[in-house]
Every structure is written in structure tokens, then in C-alpha cells.
């Protein structure tokens, strides 16, 4: 027995199971970015982007209930022919907080063209902290509450997140995250949709 021998090489197994469990991985990436790009249109693009006319669908009826100031509610359906914006957000929202006030600007300005209706929807679980947020705000739209699981059904999974419907009531658009306010950020997208 000889154990003062020089060592051994130990040999080094085969790479074929690494390489095997990384191109699962990468077939699955692909599997669910199709699922998620034909979920949203052939040309949604991540954060903010158009949808294809062609791949445009149409939002479902809802009801949406004015909180501030309170009234009656208001069918989504009977928006048909304008342009709808849908601005989705909620006071426990570090994000939405910074961004409704520029939203807000926006909604009550002459710069809103005519054909266009816009909807501030908040998902709070406590609606009565709408006010006491709104109270800081200098002008504020209408806010409304979501009774019909309307974020839900257009797979709102971000906060805040804006879109837009067509003329035809089908989504055309959609942000998620801060959007921007300014004249050539959502405005411009919604003059664009107002003139299609």
C-alpha cells in the first residue's frame, strides 16, 4: 500500500446537467414573456406603451362610486365615444402619493380636451382616508372607488397605474408607475387616442 504517493487528479464530472437546468430556465423565461406580451397585446411594452389597434381589447363594464365629493356612481359603459383615462392608486401608496398631485394638475386644467373622461380610482380598504390626503391637494378631480374588481379585471398589479381606453371603450394604453404629466408624456398619448 502506498501512501507517500503522489495525489490523484480527481476527474472533473460532465457540465451536461448545469447546461440542461439553464436552458430549462431560459425556455421558461421565453414561455411566460409570451404568455405575459400576448396577455397584454403583441406591442405592450413594460412600464408605459401603446397597445396594437388590432390587439386592443375591450374593458368591462363597471361601476365606479364617487367618495370625494360623494354622488351617484358612474357606468364605465356610458363613457363610450370619448377617450377614458383610468388612474389607479391609493393614499398607503408611497408612489401614487408623490405622483396624484401632477395627476391631479392635469385633471382639473383647461388643457383636458373636450372628449375625454378621467377617472381617478383609488383601492383603498379604508376609503375615509381619501379626504384628509385630498385636503393637502390644491384641486383635486373626483375620486372614485372601485365596486366591481374593475383593476382586477385589467390585471392592475402596480400602483399607480394609468390607462387608457379608445373611443371604442377597448384598453389602448397603459402606465405602471409614476407617469409622467407633463405635455409630452400622457397628455400627448391621449390627444393622439382623442384623434385617432
Known amino acids: 500500500m502506498d501512501v507517500g504517493g503522489a495525489p490523484q487528479r480527481v476527474k472533473k464530472g460532465s457540465m451536461l446537467p448545469f447546461w440542461l437546468i439553464i436552458g430549462s430556465a431560459a425556455a421558461i423565461l421565453v414561455i411566460y414573456v409570451a404568455i405575459f406580451m400576448s396577455r397584454f397585446g403583441g406591442s405592450f411594452v413594460a412600464g408605459a406603451g401603446p397597445m396594437d389597434p388590432l390587439s386592443r381589447r375591450a374593458a368591462p363594464p363597471a361601476m365606479l362610486e364617487p367618495v370625494v365629493p360623494s354622488g351617484d356612481p358612474v357606468q364605465l359603459l356610458a363613457t363610450k365615444g370619448d377617450v377614458v383615462v383610468l388612474h389607479f392608486w391609493g393614499t398607503w401608496c408611497a408612489p401614487c402619493r408623490e405622483e396624484f398631485p ?30 384628509k390626503y385630498l385636503s393637502r391637494i390644491p384641486k383635486s378631480p373626483i375620486v372614485y372607488v372601485d365596486l366591481e374588481g374593475l383593476s ?3 390585471q392592475v398589479t402596480e400602483y399607480p397605474t394609468t390607462i387608457l381606453l379608445d373611443k371604442a371603450g377597448r384598453v389602448s394604453w397603459r402606465s405602471m408607475g409614476k407617469a409622467d404629466w407633463s405635455s409630452e408624456g400622457v397628455p400627448a398619448v391621449i390627444e393622439k387616442l382623442r384623434d385617432e
Open 102 to 131: 401632477e395627476f391631479a394638475k392635469y385633471a382639473t386644467s383647461d388643457k383636458v380636451p373636450r372628449g375625454v373622461d378621467i377617472f381617478a380610482i383609488s383601492c383603498e380598504d379604508k376609503p375615509d382616508a381619501i379626504p
Open 152 to 154: 382586477d379585471h385589467l
